[in-house]
């Protein structure tokens, strides 16, 4: 039972990488805590937060020092901040250091450097012999991810690792020899009908963010801009409203230590 494997790693381990204004951990740790029903010892975590952006650590502390009374009643939770970035932490990691129940990357393996180097890191180094690592990202056939795939060969992708997919993990793992499993997330729809407005101000921003490149409709050619609005056209279906929508759809894949 989930209270009993609790117990036994107690205090339960934590590493999140790139954990944001910190939503995603502290749900995971509420629906862990859940899953371990009430017992007369409440669960203890320790989470180690990496973040570089200070604003959000900084957000992450505040919800931290207002938990809902239904987590304080139910887990004893301890926070460790690293105000760095996944490389910056892992060339200050001590051998004799914590090790960790699970790592989870939350829609944030995009900004590791080298995502083979940082899975190894973590089996390696950071997880205890029976850890796990999740993993989330958008699935290889999401039209993001085909974007990457598209335009990288023509030099428009300036951050290939931007559009990391369940793909990449899962080949990592089946190079390793590791044991993984794959789970299906969430699908989204996003309205991307602005971002063929060139005065819309929301529509760039969206445009800079699906390119991840800074003020694309000013410093790229004409030429490269059209094709790029071509292929989200293209990926876009009309939702009945006049509207341009696309889906994404997540994956997860979970990957075991000594399993």
Same mark, same amino acid.
């Given at each position: 039972?989930?209270? $009993? ?8 381990? /934590? ?7 910190? =939503? ?51 887990? $004893? ?20 250091? #914590? ?9 944030? @393996? =995009?900004?590791? #450097? ?17 850890? #796990? ?17 598209? *335009?990288?060969?023509? %030099? *428009? &992708?300036?951050?290939?690792?931007? =559009? ?12 390793n020899?590791?044991?993984? #499993? ?12 602005? @971002? *063929?407005d ?27 801009l059209?094709?790029i609005?071509? *292929? ?13 929508v &696309? ?10 230590? %000594? /399993?």
């Amino acid at each position: 039972m989930m209270s $009993d494997f609790l117990e036994e790693h107690s205090p339960f381990c /934590i590493l999140s990488v790139g954990s944001g204004e910190g =939503y995603n951990d502290l749900s995971f740790i509420e629906m862990l805590s859940k899953a371990g029903g009430v017992k007369p010892n409440k669960p203890q975590f320790l989470e180690r937060a990496i973040e570089p952006d200070k604003m959000k650590l900084e957000a992450f502390r505040v919800k931290v020092e207002n938990l809902p009374e239904n987590l304080k009643s139910r887990a $004893d939770i301890e926070l460790e901040w690293c105000p760095m970035t996944y490389q910056e932490y892992v060339e200050q990691k001590k051998k004799d250091d #914590v090790k960790f129940d699970v790592v989870h990357f939350f829609h944030s @393996i =995009y900004y590791v #450097v080298n995502i083979e180097t940082a899975l190894e890191h973590c089996v390696e180094n950071e997880l205890r012999p029976r850890g #796990v690592i999740f993993s989330i990202t958008q699935d290889g056939n999401s039209p993001y991810v085909r974007y990457g795939k598209v *335009f990288s060969s023509q %030099g *428009f &992708v300036l951050s290939p690792g931007s =559009y990391y997919s369940n793909t990449d993990v899962t080949d990592v793992a089946k190079k390793n020899g590791w044991k993984y #499993v794959e789970c299906s997330g969430e699908t989204t729809t996003c309205d991307i009908t602005a @971002i *063929f407005d060139p005065s819309s101000v929301a529509g760039n921003r969206l445009l800079d963010f699906l390119t991840q490149w800074v003020n694309i409709r000013q410093t790229a050619s004409q030429e490269s801009l059209q094709k790029i609005l071509n *292929f989200w056209e293209n990926e876009s279906f009309e939702d009945g409203h006049g509207r341009k929508v &696309v889906k994404f759809q997540t994956k997860t894949v979970v990957i075991f230590k %000594g /399993i």
